[in-house]
């Protein structure tokens, strides 16, 4: 994505947290990590392919695929959830 159409970092800050927030929510009503997950992802897909055009959101998708084949995921696991 440009940066024209990144949010700012305070608001994507925001949304990480209440994403996190979510999740330990749901976690909390022992739903499995790939429910949630394949939940949050179907969410936002439907989302990005709302709000952009498809090849912004195959470019995205890409570049995630990337991230999971460098190995840059796993190295990010012991993040926060979200952002």
Same mark, same amino acid.
């Given at each position: ?14 949304? %990480?947290? &209440? ?17 949630? /997950? $394949? ?15 498809? %090849?912004? &959101? ?17 190295? /990010? $696991? ?6």
């Amino acid at each position: 994505m440009s940066d024209r159409q990144s949010p700012p970092e305070r608001e994507l800050n925001h949304a %990480g947290s &209440v994403v996190d927030k979510a999740i330990e929510y749901m976690i909390g009503q022992n739903l499995s990590d790939l429910a949630i /997950a $394949s939940a949050l992802l179907g969410g936002a897909m439907g989302l990005l392919t709302r709000s952009l055009p498809d %090849g912004v &959101v195959i470019q995205i998708l890409q570049n995630a695929i990337k991230s999971i084949e460098s190995g840059e995921m796993n190295e /990010a $696991s012991g993040k926060d959830h979200a952002g």
